[in-house]
């Protein structure tokens, strides 16, 4: 058996070997950090394609900002709670369905009466609530609440597993006994730096609380913790008085939910300074309120900094330099909404990138090479629109990064092998036969598909034989130049009818 028959034996067997080899390779690959970064950044950019077209937020949501002209008019920060005692007293006039700080008070302010108006303020709203953080401390938490804000008592799971610690920043008890407390705790992915997940519940010690976003739900559905269940890597449920599931949110083992970030333009933003002087002057009654102003009753008002250069910010997909407030309403605008991000299993997008593939690569194996360059490139960049479209339109994630760069990755190598291999051929058949026959035979052969085989080709051609009659007689009788001239004047055209019809010329040669 020749070698070319040998190395055609040889080409089902890699097609079969080769994609399944890949795949072992990848799926451990996939879990490193530059993957995973690679894959994240074809996220970003399904996130800023969106943007464009993003519903605007739900629009109970207003972020109340602690911006540029709140600090020029307060002062800078930490601000006494007196001033957030003033929000809270002139607010009452619009009646919230919610008020939410995206900030901690785990210390007692220098002056008591400042704690004192703020706990004041506080009782006046049954759904208020406070930001707390857990982190490890080296004191465990050992209360049984947060104030008047009890642990979850269904929880499914390792809470080990859980975003938290053993203690953290929680209100002080007059705070805590006065409003609700949720955690804020939303820390970077350690691959890029930006926010992927942030937890719905986090682990305080022993216990398991809600956070900022779910404790805002619970208060607009006047759920209270024995009525909601945790199931760690499944969903976190809602019940009804009658024990019927209500609202079901995905989570993972972790209790996190994957952040679903639609534009931020979309949500309504006031500036907290702003919205003080305006509910300053309006009436006790609350009428005459500016209709070009969000209305702010039955609204959720998430207070947070949103002025550069104070200590709440982070990346994320749509801003490198975001503020957390904002994270915290697009994880309660996606709980309203039911907006949550689905991602695709591994295990089917593996089977289809197996089978395609394979198939590919079976049928594009003696193609041209420039169709067996395009047609790869054609179907990655048809999956490439697949993977936007489903995130656009159905909140659906599929993997882009690992299945597109080894589908081209396979191909190309496929055709660089190729490549190689024809190029020897074609050299060792130049080297061959170059010296012998002429530079159009040489041409055909390595044009051909099949290497020339030892007994050659049987096949009908014709030979042409042309002597000169007499050529010895008369060439002893001319001298060189004019018998140089009388051979051109013969050969030369018969020589350029012969090439013009296809012919091969093997040589010419004296008496014979």
């Not at 995973?36 to 950019?45: A, G, H, I, P, Y």
């Not at 619970?218 to 008085?241: Q, S």
């Not at 009659?469 to 001319?478: P, R, V």
Request: hydrophobic residues 45%; negative net charge; glycine residues 8%.
């Amino acid at each position: 058996m020749s070698r070319s028959s040998t190395r055609k034996s040889r080409q089902p067997i890699l097609i079969a070997v080769m994609p399944v080899v890949m795949l072992f390779l990848l799926f451990p690959f996939r879990q490193t950090k530059i993957a995973r970064q690679l894959e994240n950044v074809t996220l970003d950019w399904r996130f800023e394609a969106r943007a464009q077209s993003d519903p605007p937020a739900d629009e109970r949501i207003l972020v109340v900002g602690i911006g540029e002209d709140s600090l020029e008019r307060f002062g800078r920060w930490p601000w006494n709670r007196d001033i957030h005692a003033a929000l809270l007293q002139v607010a009452k006039k619009r009646e919230p369905a919610v008020v939410a700080f995206d900030l901690f008070f785990p210390e007692e302010s220098q002056d008591p009466d400042h704690d004192l108006a703020f706990q004041q303020m506080l009782e006046l709203y049954p759904n208020a609530v406070t930001g707390a953080v857990a982190e490890a401390q080296a004191e465990p938490y050992t209360r049984d609440s947060i104030g008047k804000t009890g642990p979850f008592s269904r929880v499914t799971g390792d809470i080990e597993s859980l975003v938290g610690g053993p203690n953290g920043l929680v209100p002080i008890d007059p705070v805590a006994q006065a409003a609700w407390t949720g955690f804020v705790n939303s820390d970077p992915s350690e691959v890029d730096g930006m926010r992927w997940f942030t937890p719905l519940v986090v682990r305080l010690g022993d216990s398991v609380y809600p956070s900022l976003a779910l404790q805002i739900l619970m208060r607009l559905e006047n759920v209270t913790p024995d009525r909601v269940e945790v199931e760690l890597g499944e969903a976190i449920r809602f019940y009804d008085e009658n024990g019927k599931v209500t609202r079901e949110i995905p989570t993972n083992l972790k209790g996190e939910i994957r952040l679903n970030y639609r534009s931020f333009d979309g949500f309504t933003v006031a500036d907290y300074s702003q919205l003080v002087v305006a509910l300053n002057e309006l009436p006790d009654s609350g009428e005459g309120w500016p209709a070009d102003y969000p209305p702010i009753t039955d609204q959720v008002l998430i207070v947070g900094q949103t002025a550069v250069g104070l200590s709440d910010f982070g990346s994320t997909p749509l801003l490198p330099n975001t503020p957390l407030v904002l994270v915290q309403a697009t994880v309660l605008n996606s709980l309203l909404k039911g907006d949550y991000l689905e991602s695709v299993s591994p295990v089917p997008i593996m089977v289809f990138w197996l089978a395609l593939t394979w198939i590919t690569l079976a049928l594009l194996r003696n193609a041209p090479v420039t169709i067996g360059v395009s047609v790869p490139i054609l179907l990655a960049g048809l999956y490439v629109v697949a993977g936007f479209y489903l995130f656009t339109n159905s909140n659906i994630r599929i993997p882009l990064f690992l299945p597109t760069a080894s589908f081209l990755g396979l191909h190309m190598a496929a055709v660089t092998a190729r490549l190689y291999r024809e190029n020897r051929m074609k050299s060792r058949i130049k080297g061959m036969f170059g010296t012998y026959v002429s530079p159009e035979v040489v041409h055909e052969m390595v044009s051909a598909e099949d290497p020339p085989r030892l007994g050659g080709e049987e096949c009908e051609i014709t030979a042409l034989f042309s002597d000169i009659q007499g050529f010895s007689t008369f060439s002893e009788e001319l001298d060189a130049p004019k018998l140089v001239q009388l051979l051109n004047e013969y050969l030369g055209p018969l020589t350029d009818i012969l090439t013009y019809n296809g012919g091969t010329l093997d040589k010419y040669i004296g008496d014979a």
